[in-house]
């Protein structure tokens, strides 16, 4: 399938997404406590009917649209496709922020090629922002109707000058984790804390420089990493191999500041 | 002056910051490290051209709208009016929101009459959306040209399920605050760090239940008061008294919550 398609679709599953998340977004929500250690081992992790209703419109299109890929889906099992193609889907990335009526979160979207991404979405509905990156094209945000325009991140030669984020300090609850943030905490100009998909996006738009964050899963990382990288950034585990697993991630907007971070997460 | 007439002033006054503050957010930004200890004593505290610009926009008109009344300001020194009302302006609260492209931060716009607030505004232009409330009249939001809607707190008798924001951990950097914050960290279903004058709305609108911060300013609580009562809820310091100085404030959603808040922050 050509590269326009498969962004073709990324753009309707999208706003299919948006339909489910919206019509829910500050509500009174019925909420599942389901904890899955995303946030830290036994905290407090909550479902949406709108982040399962998303999820199944969206899976229910890509069966239509393109019955051979697989899916692989924050809220339900994974579904095996026919060839290397497999749809990387977080409905809500962000269910805190969703929660506290807060326009950070977002719907997640990526397409991986066996171990390759190949392209990647976070849609924001309720400011109406869509940032997205093919494998070999720019990385692209739009507001509303507005011509998209092109992302890139920003130089930071001196970690001394950068901006750090991370979506909450519970993430770094085990000790060896807390100093290892810490360090780079200490090394930065500025922490700011609740950014979720959100932070990665403002990364690539060249408004943040550093993103420390540990215990993701596969679906909250997959679908940011050609916005990133396509935008000039980088992003790996702590140790600097492939952030594909999710697990501990580190991004920085200069790529030349990567190795410095790393090697203060190592100490 | 009649409340109406007022009330159409900061409106004028919040459309005024508006052109100032989206022309340059998501700019690369002019930035002087000022600290002031706003966030913890030290800490590096932004001051953009947009705040400035802002705030000098408002003030202008002032000037001209009713040259009696006073204003306080985050960026320039008092003006004493000639009577009892005073305008507190805070043209961009969340400085740091702002610097990272995050759509959290506000134009703050109060009126107090002598020690009373007698109007409060929080304006976030990026997602159009307005939140406001005079003293006898009911708290209201809009969103863009759409009808303005009411905003309440929501009920929650139980502490265990309460949502808890803060804007970062970095206000609690004294021991005893840390501890004091723990406990009631401890004590709820969910902490989110990261909401600067954009939590108290959620309040407000009932999706956050408390929220607890140190080292505010005075221009960064007293516009939200207003909004905070007038919703339902409640906002004074850590020991219960009045919130107008800024300082350590706790608000809650449901009132009845409030002294339970206060008592764990006591320990």
Redesign the interface.
């Known amino acids: 399938m050509p590269a326009t398609d498969l962004l073709a679709i990324a753009h309707e599953l999208a706003d299919l997404a948006a339909r489910k998340t919206t019509r829910m977004f500050?509500t009174?929500l019925h909420v599942n406590d389901k904890s899955r250690g995303g946030l830290g081992g036994g905290a407090?992790d909550?479902v949406t009917q709108a982040d399962r209703a998303a999820e199944q419109a969206m899976r229910r299109h890509l069966a239509r649209r393109c019955p051979d890929h697989g899916v692989i889906g924050e809220e339900f099992a994974k579904r095996d496709g026919a060839g290397l193609y497999n749809w990387v889907l977080d409905p809500i990335d962000g269910t805190?922020?969703y929660?506290?009526?807060?326009?950070?979160w977002g719907t997640l979207i990526g397409l991986i090629d066996g171990p390759t991404p190949v392209l990647g979405m976070m849609d924001q509905p309720?400011?109406r922002e869509r940032f997205w990156a093919s494998r070999s094209g720019p990385a692209l945000w739009r507001q509303g109707d507005a011509p998209a325009r092109r992302l890139k991140t920003?130089r930071c030669p001196d970690i001394g000058h950068a901006?750090l984020?991370a979506t909450?300090?519970?993430m770094f609850r085990q000790p060896a984790k807390k100093r290892a943030f810490r360090r780079v905490s200490a090394a930065v100009?500025?922490?700011?804390?609740?950014?979720d998909c959100?932070?990665y996006c403002?990364l690539a738009?060249?408004?943040?420089d550093v993103i420390v964050e540990a215990g993701l899963k596969t679906v909250d990382i997959v679908p940011l990493i050609p916005i990133i990288e396509r935008a000039g950034g980088r992003v790996t585990s702590w140790t600097g191999g492939s952030a594909m697993d999710g697990g501990d991630v580190v991004a920085t907007g200069d790529a030349a500041l990567h190795d410095e971070v790393l090697s203060l997460l190592r100490g």
């Open positions: 500050r009174r407090f909550p805190r922020a929660m506290t009526g807060l326009p950070l309720f400011t920003r901006m984020m909450t300090p519970d100009r500025m922490t700011r804390f609740g950014g959100y932070a403002m738009a060249g408004h943040v």
